[in-house]
Nanobody, 122 residues
Framework: DVQLVESGGGLVQPGGSLRLSCTAS????????MTWVRQAPGKEREGVAA????????NYADSAKGRFTISKDNAKNTLYLQMNSLKPEDTAMYYC????????????????WGQGTQVTVS
């Protein structure tokens, strides 16, 4: 089975930074499109940053542009999300998701999900 394991979440003050990591097992990241999705209590899931399998092209939600950076290290089979200038509204569970055929920010179109890591900005 495809497995994705996120880490790096935590409690941070407004204006602070966090780097989330997602390690994949049982498949190779270089063959998948990857996205970070977040969900806050009572809100819809939101794709915040996507990256093509090549790592060359990225796409960001307006809420993430200029503050978040998605990247991947295929050699380490790891996906990252660097989050800077964090705001209280960034508080959410963050999920790493993968798809062999879909590239974009629509969370429901991703087949594989990690268990999530909590980010709290307060």
């Amino acid at each position: 089975d495809v497995q994705l394991v996120e880490s790096g979440g935590g409690l941070v003050q407004p204006g602070g930074s966090l780097r989330l990591s997602c390690t994949a097992s049982e498949f190779t990241l270089r063959h998948y499109y990857m996205t970070w999705v977040r969900q806050a209590p009572g809100k819809e899931r939101e794709g915040v940053a996507a990256i093509r399998w090549s790592g060359v092209s990225t796409n960001y939600a307006d809420s993430a542009k200029g503050r978040f950076t998605i990247s991947k290290d295929n050699a380490k089979n790891t996906l990252y999300l660097q989050m800077n200038s964090l705001k209280p509204e960034d508080t959410a569970m963050y999920y790493c998701v993968a798809s062999p055929w879909y590239y974009g920010l629509v969370a429901s179109l991703y087949a594989y999900w990690g268990q999530g890591t909590q980010v709290t900005v307060s």
